[in-house]
C-alpha cells in the first residue's frame, strides 16, 4: 500500500508541474502593451515603387509565399525582416556584359533568404525572389559597384494591384512606404523615413488622401466595417527614430488588401498614441507590379530610369 501511494504521488506530480512551467513560460512571454500581427512561419531570411522618389528621400526598405499557418509579429518593433514573407521584386540595374550578370548574381547569393535570382541582360532587369527588405538587396547591388532602383515587386500571379507607395517629400520629414501583396489575406509593409525627431513616432494608414492641413485633414484610422478587432486595420503602431532621424521598418499585416488603400493615406505623428494633429502624411498611389515597368523613362532621349532624378 505504501509503494501504491508513492507511485500515486509521483504520477500526480506530473501534470501540475506541467501546468506550472506553463503559467511562468505564459506570464514572462506576454506583452499586453505590444501591438501584434499575423503573417506566415517565417521563409529562410532574406516590397515596390516603379516611381522615382524625390531626390532628397532615403532609398527604399525591401519579396512569394502561402499563409498557410501563422504567427504573431510585434508591429512596434522597428525591424522585422526575419518574418518577411517571399515575395518577387524588381531591379534595374546598369549591366553591360555576362560578366556584370555573374557580379551580381554572386552578390545576391551571398545574401541569406534569397531564393532565386533571375537576370535579363537585354532590359538590364534583376528578378529577386526572397524575403529580404529592398533595402538590403539594394545595398548588396549598389556594392558591386553598379547603379540600381527598384521598378517593380509583388505577387506576378494573382494581383491586379500588386503594390503601392506612399513618398513623403518633405520639407522636413522625407521617406518612401510600400505595401506589397503577398497573398489575399496577407500584405508585406516597409517604410524608410528621415528627418524624425529622435524617439517613438505612432503612425497609420488614414481614411481619405486629403492633405490640405497634412494628416490633420486625412480623417480617422482606416478600417473596413467587417473588420472585428480592437485596434483599426489601419493601425501600423509605432516608428522608433535614432538619433539621426531615422526610422526603418519592416513587417507583414493580415487583411490588409493593396486595392482598398489607393487613394488614402499614410500619416506620420509626433507623439507615439497619435494625440497630436501629425506632422506629415502622403497619398498612397499604385506601384508597379513585376514585370509593369520595363521601359526608359523618355524615349525622345534615351534616358534610362537610373539615370534620371
Known sequence: MVGFLRAFAAASAVPAAAAAAYAALSSTSASPSA?????????????????????????AVAPMASAAAAATVDLSATDKESALPDLTTEFMVDMKCEGCVTAVKNKLQTLEGVKNIEVDLSNQVVRVVGSLPVKTMLDALHQTGRDARLIGQG???????????????????F???????????????????????????????????DLTRGAETTGKVYSPPDYLSDKPLGDLG????????????????????????????????????RSDPGIAAAVIARSAGVGENYKKLCTCDGVTIWESS
Do not use: C
Request: proline share 7%; net charge neutral; no cysteine.
Open 35 to 59: 501591438s501584434k500581427l499575423s503573417f506566415p512561419p517565417p521563409l529562410p531570411a532574406s516590397f515596390l515603387s516603379a516611381s522615382s522618389t524625390s531626390g532628397r528621400a532615403p532609398s
Open 238 to 273: 509605432t516608428l522608433e527614430a535614432g538619433e539621426n532621424g531615422e526610422a526603418h521598418f519592416s513587417a507583414s499585416k493580415e487583411k490588409l488588401r493593396v486595392v482598398d488603400l489607393i487613394g488614402r493615406s499614410i500619416a506620420l505623428y509626433a507623439t507615439e498614441n
Open 175 to 209: 521617406g518612401v512606404v510600400r505595401v506589397a501583396q503577398v497573398n489575399m489575406e496577407l500584405a508585406r509593409v516597409e517604410a524608410t523615413f528621415s528627418g524624425l525627431s529622435p524617439g517613438k513616432h505612432g503612425w497609420s494608414i488614414n481614411e481619405y488622401g
Open 155 to 173: 505577387n506576378p500571379n494573382d494581383f491586379l494591384v500588386s503594390a503601392a507607395v506612399a513618398e513623403f517629400k518633405g520639407p522636413v520629414v
